[in-house]
């Protein structure tokens, strides 16, 4: 139980005014490694994770794997075994702590004819509702209870149908390809998501034997088989902890080479950062974003969308760039729409920000930021305020820095080897200003 338990009393300081020059190498993605090891629930047969990021999300999930009967062994390569699991309850504690436990409704479902679930925890920023999940379930044959606290759903055996999404969803057509892998017939999945993280667990589905196609694609076709075996695969690069190192430098000045990823799993982004002022360059499994510290950044306007649209996952990032740019920005998010929980946060720094609506928000730039006391209230607004923090005037000491360990490998360490000046401190959880540091 140890693996996951949350660092509550972590904070992170950093001094601002520093460049960033270096090569940072990109971690495996959370989003592709959370449903893929809910993946290897569907076979009875070994399944070896690499490259899975040492974050406390993935710990959760491989705590999640002892509590049932399975067994999860590794860091970074992990062996995932469920040929003992017989539990299909997922613990309520670990369970709501991350969004990500409602992938496990649809693999237990498959695997055992019943799963219990508690409602998706994680971060808070919006309701992210799970009824289009729920809805082809049970057009696949569920019987599905709900309540306030948690999902009931059982089958005795689930079919194919015509799966049609209002809206794309990551993680509904993730729950939803992972009961049909081994359902009855065909599945087809309309208006499915296409980010990088679905397309990888497809890869790693047919790996283990699934008939998938449309990878890639808006339409997938799954074609149930009835059993599926064990196999080996490298969790795909994390393309959203890559654009949060190039924002970063944007932002903060400096060179940065980004290694080990896909540069065409962000090409908005990357285009975005070229018209704001930034020097770009990109080869097969690394690109570079540049900019003099002197050199004025452009403001550019920005709206959300599902891949291959501006993940929704770098607004708060792009957002606390845009503060740095000469002149107005607007910022819109179409995908969630309770995700400018940063912007409080970077008022307190200096940023001049308004809101209007739950869509939209009005950068004004540029502003000259202070450093101060933050409170981080989720994953991506925690990255943002690293980044403000980082072009900041003297010290901020963020605190709940446990939302950023939820889905950034080592970006302390990371960022401190290029240049950054921050570093993880224990606070005093129970105080406010006037806290006590440890180093």
Same mark, same amino acid.
């Given at each position: 139980?140890?693996?996951?338990?949350?660092?509550?009393?972590?904070?992170?300081?950093?001094?601002?005014?520093?460049?960033?020059?270096?090569?940072?190498?990109?971690?495996?993605?959370?989003?592709?490694?959370?449903?893929?090891?809910?993946?290897?629930?569907?076979?009875?047969?070994?399944?070896?994770?690499?490259?899975?990021?040492?974050?406390?999300?993935?710990?959760?999930?491989?705590?999640?794997?002892?509590?049932?009967?399975?067994?999860?062994?590794?860091?970074?390569?992990?062996?995932?075994?469920?040929?003992?699991?017989?539990?299909?309850?997922?613990?309520?504690?670990?369970?709501?702590?991350?969004?990500?436990?409602?992938?496990?409704?649809?693999?237990?479902?498959?695997?055992?004819?019943?799963?219990?679930?508690?409602?998706?925890?994680?971060?808070?920023?919006?309701?992210?509702?799970?009824?289009?999940?729920?809805?082809?379930?049970?057009?696949?044959?569920?019987?599905?209870?709900?309540?306030?606290?948690?999902?009931?759903?059982?089958?005795?055996?689930?079919?194919?149908?015509?799966?049609?999404?209002?809206?794309?969803?990551?993680?509904?057509?993730?729950?939803?390809?992972?009961?049909?892998?081994?359902?009855?017939?065909?599945?087809?999945?309309?208006?499915?998501?296409?980010?990088?993280?679905?397309?990888?667990?497809? @890869?790693? +589905?047919? #790996? %283990? $034997? /699934?008939?998938?196609?449309?990878? !890639?694609?808006?339409?997938? *076709? &799954?074609? =149930?088989?009835?059993?599926?075996?064990?196999?080996?695969?490298?969790?795909?690069?994390?393309?959203?902890?890559?654009?949060?190192?190039?924002?970063?430098?944007?932002?903060?000045?400096?060179?940065?080479?980004?290694?080990?990823?896909?540069?065409?799993?962000?090409?908005?982004?990357?285009?975005?950062?070229?018209?704001?002022?930034?020097?770009?360059?990109?080869?097969?499994?690394?690109?570079?974003?540049?900019?003099?510290?002197?050199?004025?950044?452009?403001?550019?306007?920005?709206?959300?969308?599902?891949?291959?649209?501006?993940?929704?996952?770098?607004?708060?990032?792009?957002?606390?760039?845009?503060?740095?740019?000469?002149?107005?920005?607007?910022?819109?998010?179409?995908?969630?729409?309770?995700?400018?929980?940063?912007? @409080?946060? +970077?008022? #307190? %720094? $200096? /940023?001049?920000?308004?809101?209007? !609506?739950?869509?939209?928000? *009005? &950068?004004? =730039?540029?502003?000259?930021?202070?450093?101060?006391?933050?409170?981080?209230?989720?994953?991506?607004?925690?990255?943002?305020?690293?980044?403000?923090?980082?072009?900041?005037?003297?010290?901020?000491?963020?605190?709940?820095?446990?939302?950023?360990?939820?889905?950034?490998?080592?970006?302390?360490?990371?960022?401190?080897?290029?240049?950054?000046?921050?570093?993880?401190?224990?606070?005093?959880?129970?105080?406010?200003?006037?806290?006590?540091?440890?180093?």
């Amino acid at each position: 139980m140890n693996r996951s338990s949350l660092g509550r009393d972590r904070a992170l300081r950093i001094t601002g005014g520093a460049q960033l020059a270096g090569d940072i190498c990109v971690s495996g993605s959370k989003n592709a490694a959370l449903p893929e090891m809910a993946a290897a629930l569907l076979t009875s047969r070994p399944v070896t994770l690499h490259n899975v990021p040492r974050v406390t999300d993935s710990a959760v999930m491989a705590d999640i794997f002892s509590l049932l009967g399975g067994e999860a062994k590794g860091k970074g390569t992990v062996t995932l075994d469920t040929g003992a699991m017989t539990g299909s309850d997922v613990p309520d504690e670990l369970g709501r702590r991350m969004r990500a436990t409602i992938v496990l409704l649809g693999a237990l479902l498959a695997r055992f004819g019943r799963a219990r679930v508690p409602r998706p925890g994680g971060d808070d920023i919006g309701a992210r509702r799970v009824e289009q999940h729920l809805r082809g379930l049970r057009q696949m044959g569920a019987h599905v209870n709900e309540t306030d606290t948690e999902i009931v759903a059982t089958a005795e055996r689930l079919r194919g149908d015509r799966i049609v999404f209002d809206l794309p969803t990551v993680t509904g057509t993730e729950n939803i390809l992972l009961a049909a892998v081994t359902a009855e017939g065909r599945t087809e999945i309309f208006n499915a998501a296409r980010e990088p993280h679905v397309q990888d667990l497809c @890869r790693l +589905l047919i #790996k %283990m $034997g /699934a008939h998938i196609e449309g990878v !890639g694609t808006e339409r997938l *076709i &799954v074609d =149930g088989t009835k059993e599926l075996g064990g196999a080996e695969h490298t969790v795909i690069a994390d393309y959203l902890e890559a654009g949060t190192y190039a924002i970063a430098v944007a932002a903060a000045s400096g060179d940065l080479r980004i290694e080990c990823t896909r540069p065409e799993d962000l090409q908005l982004l990357l285009l975005k950062l070229e018209q704001a002022g930034a020097h770009v360059e990109a080869g097969d499994d690394w690109f570079r974003v540049g900019r003099e510290p002197r050199s004025p950044l452009r403001p550019i306007d920005m709206s959300t969308w599902t891949f291959p649209g501006f993940p929704t996952d770098l607004q708060a990032q792009y957002m606390a760039l845009m503060t740095q740019a000469d002149g107005e920005s607007v910022i819109s998010e179409y995908v969630h729409e309770n995700r400018f929980q940063h912007v @409080r946060e +970077l008022a #307190k %720094m $200096g /940023a001049g920000i308004t809101v209007e !609506g739950r869509l939209h928000a *009005i &950068v004004h =730039g540029p502003a000259r930021l202070r450093g101060t006391e933050l409170a981080i209230p989720d994953i991506r607004s925690g990255a943002a305020l690293v980044i403000a923090a980082l072009c900041a005037e003297g010290d901020s000491l963020l605190r709940n820095a446990w939302h950023v360990e939820r889905g950034y490998e080592d970006m302390v360490g990371k960022l401190a080897s290029v240049g950054a000046r921050i570093k993880s401190v224990r606070v005093d959880p129970e105080s406010g200003s006037g806290h006590r540091t440890y180093e």
